[in-house]
Structure formats: C-alpha cells, structure tokens
C-alpha cells in the first residue's frame, strides 16, 4: 500500500471540497471493498476523506410523505436490524443479511454497499486484459472461465456482474438515491444509478466527480406481505450469487395487482424488465403465469462457454422466488413446509 493523507471531514462540504484538490483523493466510510482494491493495487488513493464522523448520516427515518431515508453511513446490519425495515421493508432487510459475513455487514455502509466493485476474477488479475481495470486492454473473461458472469446487458468490453444484494431489493422497490457533491445535490432513481457497460465498463455508475451518496430513500410501498429474496451460489454463506431474485406482490384473492421482480448475478447492475411486471398485472398468481414473466425478463439473454446454464436458472429461480413471495412465513427459519 503507497502511503496517504488522512482527513476527518467534518462537514459534507468540507469532504466534498477536499475531494476536488486531488484526483487520487477518495472518500471511505467502512472500508470493507476499498481495502480488497487497495491491497490488489487496484486503487491507490493519496488522500482518504474519512466521512464517518459526519453527524446525521447514521439514522433511518420516516419521512411526512411516507418515504423511509436511510443514510449512507449506516452500517448495512444495522438497517437490516431495524424494526422499521424489518416491518415495512422485510424483502430489503431479507437481502441484505444474505450478502457478505456478519463481520462485513457490521462494517459496510449503505452508500459504499452501491459503490463495490465487481468481484470477477480478471478484473482482480494484474497479468490478465480487463476493460475495466485498464481501458482498451480487452476482456480476458469473454473467452475465458465465465461461469459467474453476465448473461445480460453484456457488450463487447465487459461481461462483469455487480455484485450486491442489497442493491436488487433496492431495484425492486424502487429506491431513489440521494447525493451530494461540488455542483449541489440530486437525486438519482435507482434504475439509472448503476451502468451497463457498454464502451466505458471502467465507469461502474451515474456519479459525477465528486459526488457522494448522501441516502437512499424507499416509496411508502414496502410490499410486507408478499415478498422473498432468493440467492442462489455454490456454498451457504460467504459466496456470490450466481443468480438472485428479489420478488415484491400486490395481491388481491390471488390475483396479482402490482408485481416487481429484479435479477442480481446476471449483469453489470440489478435487471429489472418492466415490460414483464406489466404482464403480470391482472393475473393469478400461479407457477405458470410466472413462468410466462420469466420468459420475458430472460429475452435476449446470451452465455458463454462456462454460464449459459444461468438462463434456465434464472427463468426457475424467478418461477421459485415467486411462489415462496405468496407465503413470506415458510421462509423464516424453522418454518414447515406448508400441506
């Protein structure tokens, strides 16, 4: 690790400032992603803004208009913990605990959860070609071990896939991420805060320079009573996900009023295709009606050598993930099966 200066901001506009005298300036909050880029020379940082003691940022609250802030800087267990998720916002909270260790959640932030870097092993390989590690060097996994990547919104530069959980709750429920920087604040619907990638695969989300995540904020809806998250991987805990599906219903004598389905593990950010949540709308809530929604979201999907397999898992994961959303309760530990 190239040695730094540290500065303890305390003001976003100080932070934000500080960020503009340096371009190797950088903000961290709990670390957990920038310690694995700095420690693989992938990030090598002159200044560290240091934004946890910034006072406010640590809360989730309601809002008068029924929304629900959760700051940037709490930590991702402690929003996951919370009675207000937890009552509100069970499938955000469900998704979040299925992400990382226990020791990682009790450090990671919200705000840096949105900004981690993907996991694909080329891009962690200083001896292989990646796009997103050095521009205009080619993608090594196009032709090589692609089992873990995207079969979705791909291009030419990268099939890399984001990496979080949390992030596909947040897809599905249609957050809104707020934040700040050097030119004022804004806010960012969730569908356009991450990027495909295109012809820049380097540029992971919609940030200017700058700017910091501030908080996200979650619609009144929460969908409590029809809901599941679904992470599919190679071992229990501690892994990836090859596919995930985060599933929030409306339903009405099991007919679906208001459906939304978002795909983590397939593509460079969380996969949401409206055009099948509108399919579903006036349906009755049954494998076969999902299995027609599943159709759709997969449309277009295209593998490779070691991942074609994740279609039809994905299109059986989806199919799953729904009918476990018609009955949150069997999902909680200990729960049996119902007849």
């Known amino acids: 690790m190239n040695n730094f200066a540290y500065i303890k901001a305390r003001s976003l506009n100080e932070a934000t400032a500080a960020i503009q005298t340096n ?10 992603n920038l310690i ?11 200044v560290l803004i240091d934004l946890t003691p910034l006072a406010g940022q640590h809360t989730v609250d309601e809002q008068n208009d029924g929304t629900v802030r959760l700051d940037a800087l709490m930590t991702n267990a402690a929003t996951a913990y919370h009675p207000l998720i937890e009552q509100r916002y069970p499938l955000l909270s469900r998704a979040i605990l299925a992400g990382a260790s226990a020791q990682i959640r009790n450090m990671a932030t919200n705000g840096g959860n949105l900004l981690q870097r993907t996991r694909c092993y080329y891009f ?24 873990m990547h995207a079969i979705l919104g791909t291009s030419t ?8 959980d949390m992030c596909v709750a947040l897809a599905a429920l249609n ?4 934040v700040s920087g050097p030119k004022g604040d804004r806010t960012i619907p969730f ?3 991450h990027r495909l990638p295109e012809q820049t695969p380097e540029r992971d989300n919609t940030l200017l320079h700058g700017e910091v995540v501030t908080s996200i904020t979650l619609p009144p809806e929460g969908f409590a009573n029809n809901y599941s998250y679904l992470k599919l991987r190679d071992r229990n805990s501690y892994a990836f996900a090859l596919v995930s599906v985060a599933t929030a219903l409306t339903l ?6 208001e459906a939304r389905i978002a795909l983590g593990g397939v593509a460079h950010k969380p996969w949401r295709v409206t055009e099948a949540e509108d399919f579903l709308i006036d349906k009755p809530a049954t494998d076969h009606t999902f299995a027609a929604a599943a159709d759709i979201i997969l449309q277009g999907a295209s593998g490779f050598k070691y991942n074609k397999f994740k279609i039809e898992l994905a299109k059986r994961a ?13 999902q909680r530990p200990g729960a049996q099966p119902s007849a």
């Open 36 to 46: 694995d880029l700095w420690k693989y020379n992938l990030t090598n940082p002159t």
């Open 252 to 257: 009405n004598a099991g007919i679906i009023q």
């Open 191 to 193: 569908r356009d805060f």
């Open 318 to 330: 989806i199919v799953r993930n729904s009918m476990m959303a018609l009955n949150p309760e069997s």
């Open 175 to 178: 957050a809104t991420v707020n």
């Open 157 to 164: 530069e990268c099939i890399a896939v984001f990496p979080s």
């Open 124 to 147: 962690y390989d200083p001896t292989a070609p990646c796009n997103k590690r050095v521009p205009g060097s080619g993608c090594a996994a196009i032709t090589g071990y692609n089992r």
């Open 23 to 32: 371009d190797r300036a950088q903000y961290v909050a709990g670390g957990t």
